[in-house]
């Protein structure tokens, strides 16, 4: 059973910014793909971003092209999500999802493993 802890959320000012961690454990091998989705207060959960098992492909929602980036450790095991130029509209919980794929997938019926979330909040 794959188990994934986040860590990183926290309090940040308008155009700060903020390194999330997602570390897998529970499976030797790495070879899964790895997202983040996040919720906002009275919305839905929505896609972030993804990343295949190498590194080698990622995808991106529009709303965070070009500001945050995701990638990979050495052991391709934690994912770390780095997000530049926040906005107030970031401001949301977090979450690391896995999924048993090669491709990468944004939809969140994909993704089987979810971690507890992380708050991250954008603030004047």
């Known amino acids: 059973q794959l188990r994934l802890v986040e860590s990183g959320g926290g309090l940040v000012q308008l155009g700060g910014s903020l390194r999330l961690s997602c570390a897998p454990s529970?499976?030797?091998?790495?070879?899964?793909?790895m997202g983040w989705f996040r919720q906002a207060p009275g919305k839905e959960r929505e896609f972030v971003v993804a990343?295949?098992?190498?590194?080698?492909?990622?995808e991106y929602a529009d709303s965070v092209k070009g500001r945050f980036t995701i990638s990979r450790g050495n052991a391709r095991n934690t994912v770390y999500l780095q997000m530049n130029n926040l906005k107030a509209e970031d401001t949301a919980v977090y979450y690391c999802?896995?999924?048993?794929?090669?491709?990468?997938?944004?939809?969140?019926?994909?993704?089987?493993?979810w971690g507890q979330g992380t708050q991250v909040t954008v603030g004047s």
């Open positions: 529970g499976r030797t091998s790495s070879d899964f793909l």
């Open positions: 999802a896995a999924a048993d794929y090669s491709y990468i997938y944004t939809a969140e019926y994909d993704y089987d493993y």
């Open positions: 990343i295949n098992w190498s590194g080698s492909r990622t």
